[in-house]
């Protein structure tokens, strides 16, 4: 028997010791439930589908409803084009079924459009160029190409269409060589494909830098960035977006020294998430996601520890409540008075529950997670100054930079310089003349044929 005074002080250390453990097993189980919902992971990595479309669909199976559109439902219909390239009027029968004589309307027909593509062959033009000699010197002249005219085997039409497929629409080299072959009839080989890539990146360039250039002028910016596996190394590509622009660029650093280079005396308005790199802005001109802020709140109200559930929920509500008057203003139910004062107070909450986290929680994992949002207070309500103009998520960028995540997906990696500049330039471009309502194959195509230089506004 051991005395009371060494048995009580052995069973403190012990119920210690089991309060670390608790502590412990409940961090562990926190990051266990990391999933898409409440942090940076792909859907794809979730270990639990939690997928609110498939309540939606259960809900639908057991509807009474009919498929398709409802009772009252507004159709959509195509519209007619307004120059067929051929008309053909079908009369009815001259008479009736009781015997009459039938007179033709044709004032108001009913309409039905058949559209049709031809099978297509490729125009092979051939240049033959001549050879002579000077009857005085005896010097032997070749003729030149005309202008615009490259000695390849592809014309410009042809270069832009490659150049669309395997750059923006995502298919990879071997499928262009059998769309070319099977839709186009042309034969082609995946080394031409690869050279074609390269000369459309090439004429690309002055459009591309002009892009980059532009970006100390805008306004806003959305920025963003995303893994990229290059030569079995990381890198990293960034995406710099505003209703008007959108730049992809590839940098081996993560660092806010990409920030230095590319946007040496950017003064706008900037939308982000919490990542330090962007500190290298100023903090009165930052405005930080909240759809990344709510993924951080989901996170806390996940947690296995009471305390931080409980005021988890409470802060994944308010924000959620944020978002609700935030949509009712823009849609210009809500006045601007009314959404700013209800704002302030959803914010004074949402301050008092994290610092509750902050001081109560025994987790010192979670308290880090806490003291750290707190740090970025006053740049999580920056978009009050200006509600009209200053957006209050980096959805923006997001969903710019989902096309270079799909491609990287399917192709694993980029291995060159020039395949990885070639990518970012057709994205750039494809993104950039979408916003301003061009259209970005007559674009690209211009930009081969050297009649443009750079992108014109919207």
């Given at each position: 028997m051991l005395p009371s005074g060494v048995e009580c002080s052995r069973c403190k250390?012990?119920?210690?010791?089991?309060?670390?453990?608790?502590?412990?097993?409940?961090e562990l189980e926190d990051r266990l439930n990391n999933n898409s919902g409440n942090s940076s992971l792909p859907p794809s990595s979730d270990f639990q589908k939690r997928s609110k479309k498939n309540k939606k669909n259960k809900d639908r199976?057991?509807?009474?409803?009919?498929?398709?559109?409802?009772?009252?439902?507004?159709?959509?219909?195509?519209?007619?084009?307004?120059?067929?390239?051929?008309?053909?009027?079908?009369?009815?029968?001259?008479?009736?079924?009781?015997?009459?004589?039938?007179?033709?309307?044709?004032?108001?027909?009913?309409?039905?459009?058949?559209?049709?593509?031809?099978?297509?062959?490729?125009?092979v033009t051939e240049y033959r160029l001549l050879r002579g000699e000077c009857s005085c010197c005896g010097k032997r002249i070749n003729a030149s190409l005309p202008d615009g005219v490259t000695p390849d085997l592809l014309g410009n039409n042809a270069k832009s269409i490659i150049a669309m497929m395997t750059g923006y629409f995502k298919n990879s080299r071997r499928e262009v060589v059998d769309i070319m072959r099977n839709i186009f009839n042309l034969e082609i080989s995946l080394g031409l494909v690869s050279k074609t890539e390269e000369r459309v990146s090439d004429k690309c360039?002055?459009?591309?830098?002009?892009?980059?250039?532009?970006?100390?002028?805008?306004?806003?910016?959305?920025?963003?960035?995303?893994?990229?596996?290059?030569?079995?190394?990381?890198?990293?590509?960034?995406?710099?977006?505003?209703p008007f622009t959108t730049l992809l660029k590839w940098e081996v650093s993560r660092s806010k020294k990409v920030l230095e280079k590319i946007l040496p005396d950017y003064h706008g308005y900037v939308i982000s998430?919490?990542?330090?790199?962007?500190?290298?802005?100023?903090?009165?001109?930052?405005?930080?996601?909240?759809?990344?802020?709510?993924?951080?709140?989901?996170?806390f109200s996940d947690s296995s520890f009471p305390e931080v559930r409980e005021f988890g929920s409470l802060l994944v509500f308010y924000t959620k409540r944020l978002f609700i008057i935030y949509r009712g203003h823009?849609?210009?139910?809500?006045?601007?008075?009314?959404?700013?004062?209800?704002?302030?107070?959803?914010?004074?909450?949402?301050?008092?529950?994290?610092h509750r986290i902050s001081a109560e929680s025994s987790s010192e994992y979670i308290r880090r997670q806490a003291d750290n949002i707190l740090k970025y207070e006053?740049?999580?309500?920056?978009?009050?100054?200006?509600?009209?103009?200053?957006?209050?998520?980096?959805?923006?960028?997001?969903?710019?930079?989902r096309r270079f995540v799909i491609h990287r997906k399917n192709s694993f990696f980029t291995w060159g310089i020039v395949g990885q500049q070639y990518l970012e330039r057709m994205i750039s471009i494809f993104q950039t003349c979408k916003k301003r309502g061009l259209n970005p194959a007559d674009v690209l195509r211009n930009l081969i044929q050297e009649n443009i230089k750079i992108i014109p506004a919207a």
């Amino acid at each position: 028997m051991l005395p009371s005074g060494v048995e009580c002080s052995r069973c403190k250390v012990l119920e210690e010791h089991i309060n670390k453990l608790e502590i412990r097993i409940n961090e562990l189980e926190d990051r266990l439930n990391n999933n898409s919902g409440n942090s940076s992971l792909p859907p794809s990595s979730d270990f639990q589908k939690r997928s609110k479309k498939n309540k939606k669909n259960k809900d639908r199976i057991s509807s009474t409803k009919k498929v398709g559109g409802q009772l009252g439902h507004k159709g959509n219909h195509r519209k007619l084009v307004d120059n067929p390239d051929e008309t053909i009027s079908i009369k009815p029968s001259d008479i009736c079924e009781c015997g009459g004589d039938i007179v033709v309307d044709d004032s108001n027909p009913h309409k039905i459009q058949k559209i049709e593509i031809p099978k297509i062959k490729p125009h092979v033009t051939e240049y033959r160029l001549l050879r002579g000699e000077c009857s005085c010197c005896g010097k032997r002249i070749n003729a030149s190409l005309p202008d615009g005219v490259t000695p390849d085997l592809l014309g410009n039409n042809a270069k832009s269409i490659i150049a669309m497929m395997t750059g923006y629409f995502k298919n990879s080299r071997r499928e262009v060589v059998d769309i070319m072959r099977n839709i186009f009839n042309l034969e082609i080989s995946l080394g031409l494909v690869s050279k074609t890539e390269e000369r459309v990146s090439d004429k690309c360039e002055t459009a591309f830098n002009e892009l980059k250039d532009s970006l100390s002028d805008l306004e806003i910016l959305h920025i963003d960035e995303t893994s990229n596996n290059y030569r079995g190394k990381m890198g990293w590509s960034w995406i710099f977006a505003n209703p008007f622009t959108t730049l992809l660029k590839w940098e081996v650093s993560r660092s806010k020294k990409v920030l230095e280079k590319i946007l040496p005396d950017y003064h706008g308005y900037v939308i982000s998430d919490r990542y330090a790199g962007y500190n290298y802005f100023d903090s009165s001109n930052r405005q930080i996601c909240w759809a990344h802020l709510l993924r951080n709140f989901e996170k806390f109200s996940d947690s296995s520890f009471p305390e931080v559930r409980e005021f988890g929920s409470l802060l994944v509500f308010y924000t959620k409540r944020l978002f609700i008057i935030y949509r009712g203003h823009k849609k210009g139910i809500l006045e601007r008075q009314y959404f700013v004062r209800h704002a302030n107070k959803i914010r004074k909450r949402l301050r008092r529950y994290l610092h509750r986290i902050s001081a109560e929680s025994s987790s010192e994992y979670i308290r880090r997670q806490a003291d750290n949002i707190l740090k970025y207070e006053d740049m999580m309500w920056l978009f009050l100054q200006d509600i009209e103009n200053i957006p209050l998520t980096n959805n923006h960028a997001e969903q710019e930079i989902r096309r270079f995540v799909i491609h990287r997906k399917n192709s694993f990696f980029t291995w060159g310089i020039v395949g990885q500049q070639y990518l970012e330039r057709m994205i750039s471009i494809f993104q950039t003349c979408k916003k301003r309502g061009l259209n970005p194959a007559d674009v690209l195509r211009n930009l081969i044929q050297e009649n443009i230089k750079i992108i014109p506004a919207a």
